[in-house]
């Protein structure tokens, strides 16, 4: 669906959202809010031990033009499916009664008027680079842009610093999606040029300088393509696994096991599944930790090794990688990545791979050769640098 000449159709994100909302409502928008996907830079399933993560924003972005209307009523189309959704202060008092994407929507209405905001109608119109179950917060990037315009349009006194738990709620509770509070962290506050240094405990946080454009280097994001499989079952497998073993060890969340103590620790288990999981959450942890020391030394192309042994530590330990995402890493660190790792919850989704930049294309040309040589889809690729988080655009 275009209004546009064929071959002239706008090509950038925010132009996109602007023009699908001229369409729709036949009027301009006030304004466009942007907020971007995420990629993790290391720290995975350390979120919900209590522990640390590194994530930054990427330059891909969903956006929602937006402007008021009258009443009680929310109107929102999106550019993905091409379905323009109503719903109204009955369908937003209660969790679960607008039912697909346009719950996120409804979502972050719902939660904005639980925490005591009166939210005014509005009209919406989104759209996305942020590629779907990708494992790149499409859905936290969906809230946020939606959470910005409606902070702003309504003139809501809501700080920065809260609107990650308020769209945390939201996908929590009115969507009924189990996320940690990573996500909507980083998607609202990363900064240009930094990753976000997140405390799972207390929720604290630090802008690392990670200046990729002026090391010479890039972060290659390849899309694996490869169907996630038993992700939800498997996923909370793991949640129960690390929970178990925390009790276990007499500890609140495995975060409270330190890397020096992690032999004792893991003697103290008798199940050797679960001294797996336990030896990848610790490890994984100090690799953070140990990552973020280097960055804020400036030693930016040091800091591939430990992706590496990220990367390692998921597929031997935690055991959540696939053939497609493994075949990806070493194809990339055959072509000489410095380091790459999966990013996600696992069971499919993205690799991140620190690249020289003017090395990006040909370590993703080496990934899509192995692809074809092991019979798999041909995956996607995007070069990113760390981007800024939510934000009204000009």
């Not at 132009?15 to 729709?24: C, K, L, Q, S």
């Not at 996923?235 to 096991?257: I, M, T």
Request: glycine share 10%; net charge negative; with cysteine.
């Amino acid at each position: 669906m275009t209004d546009h000449p064929a071959g002239t159709a706008p090509t950038d994100v925010a132009d996109r959202a602007a023009a699908g909302f001229r369409r729709e409502y036949a009027g301009e928008p006030a304004g466009r809010w942007a907020a971007p996907g995420r990629a993790n830079l290391i720290g995975e399933h350390t979120d919900y031990n209590d522990g640390f993560v590194l994530p930054f924003a990427l330059s891909l972005r969903t956006v929602a033009a937006a402007a008021p209307q009258p009443g009680q009523t929310w109107t929102v189309w999106s550019e993905l499916s091409g379905e323009t959704v109503t719903f109204g202060a009955d369908e937003v008092a209660a969790p679960g009664r607008v039912k697909g994407w346009a719950a996120y929507v409804a979502g972050v209405v719902w939660a904005l008027r639980d925490a005591g905001h009166t939210v005014g109608g509005a009209r919406l119109a989104i759209a996305s680079d942020v590629p779907l179950g990708s494992g790149l917060s499409s859905s936290a990037a969906l809230e946020a842009a939606v959470l910005a315009a409606l902070v702003d349009l309504g003139g809501l006194d809501l700080p920065t610093d809260r609107q990650p738990r308020l769209a945390q709620r939201a996908e929590n509770v009115y969507v009924g999606a189990p996320t940690g509070i990573m996500d909507q962290s980083a998607v609202i506050r990363c900064r240009e040029g930094h990753a976000l240094f997140l405390d799972c405990r207390d929720e604290s946080v630090e802008q690392i300088p990670f200046d990729l454009a002026a090391a010479g280097l890039a972060v290659l994001v390849v899309d694996s393509r490869a169907p996630h499989r038993h992700a939800d079952g498997e996923y909370a497998a793991r949640r129960r696994s690390c929970e178990r073993a925390a009790a276990q060890l007499g500890v609140s969340a495995l975060r409270d096991v330190q890397v020096a103590d992690l032999d004792g620790a893991l003697a103290r288990l008798d199940d050797p599944e679960t001294r797996r999981r336990v030896r990848h959450v610790v490890t994984e942890d100090q690799r953070v930790l140990d990552t973020v020391a280097l960055l804020r030394a400036g030693r930016v192309r040091e800091i591939g090794p430990l992706l590496t042994a990220s990367h390692a530590s998921m597929r031997d330990d935690f055991e959540i990688t696939v053939p497609e995402i493994d075949t990806a890493v070493d194809a990339a660190l055959a072509a000489g990545a410095l380091g790459a790792r999966m990013t996600g919850g696992g069971f499919g989704g993205c690799v991140l791979a620190l690249v020289d930049a003017d090395r990006a294309d040909a370590v993703a040309d080496a990934v899509t050769a192995a692809y074809a040589e092991r019979g798999f889809a041909a995956p996607g690729h995007v070069t990113v640098l760390p981007s800024p988080g939510a934000t009204r655009l000009p």
